[in-house]
């Protein structure tokens, strides 16, 4: 019988910068009586991330350039939260109602370039990690030098989609497992050889990991227990669809 468990992680608390994700981790699960295994996958919500590393700016020490202030009065924007994005992008994709759409210096694109002011205190902003698949190999390091379980990390963000309405969890970094599983070349039960079928597996991961979460239950880490991994290392940025094979953004 196939079977996928998403265990809550609770009681990390409100974390400072400076501290060991891999350590509160552990402790968390320790006094939850939840004993990590091999295989297991662990999906740390990136606001944690962010404070721990120090990727939180206060509003009243962002001086808004002229562009920000130019661009906050047509968005209805605080000009500071717009000078934030700014300074998270290379370019500006697109723009309309109070949402900017950019490409980060990562290469994501999403909205406002996860600048977020929900989850790190009034008067302030939260960014993304500087570097996602560095911070998720932190966090493994640290957990297999606690533990020695071998576990996949991914560190997740919302994102919004096109297409559709809502937001869905998606993976920023990964360490420790693929985060794409290639099913090209293969056939399916009717003998048809597939030609295109790539799954995000990190994507649907994280996305399955935020129905526990949630937005406001201060539940930052899920532990998501039976999915097969492959052990090959891979990252974050493997997701990434490459500039020259993007058909939206080229018109």
Known sequence: MRRLEVIAVEGIGEVQRG?????LICEACARLGLTLADGDVLVVAHK?????E????????????????????ALDKD?????????????????????????THHGFVC???GVDLS????????????DPDRSAAKIRQGVLERTGIAVGVIVSDSFGRPWRLGTTDVALGVSGLNPLKD???????????????????ADEIASAAELVMGKKDGIPVVVVRGFPIESNEGSGRDLLRPEKEDLFRKF
């Open 19 to 23: 501290a060991s994700l891999a350590e």
């Open 48 to 52: 944690i991330v962010s404070k721990a």
């Open 54 to 73: 120090g990727r939180v700016m206060r509003l009243d020490e962002i001086a808004p350039s002229a562009r920000a202030l130019e661009l906050a009065r």
């Open 79 to 103: 000009p500071r939260v717009v000078e934030a994005i700014l300074r998270e992008s290379r370019n500006i994709v697109r723009m309309g109602g109070t949402t900017l759409i950019v490409e």
């Open 111 to 113: 909205a406002n370039a």
């Open 119 to 130: 989850n790190v205190g009034l008067g302030s902003v939260g960014l993304l990690p500087e």
């Open 183 to 201: 099913y090209r070349g293969g056939k399916d039960r009717y003998g048809y050889e597939l030609r295109a079928s790539v799954a995000a597996v």
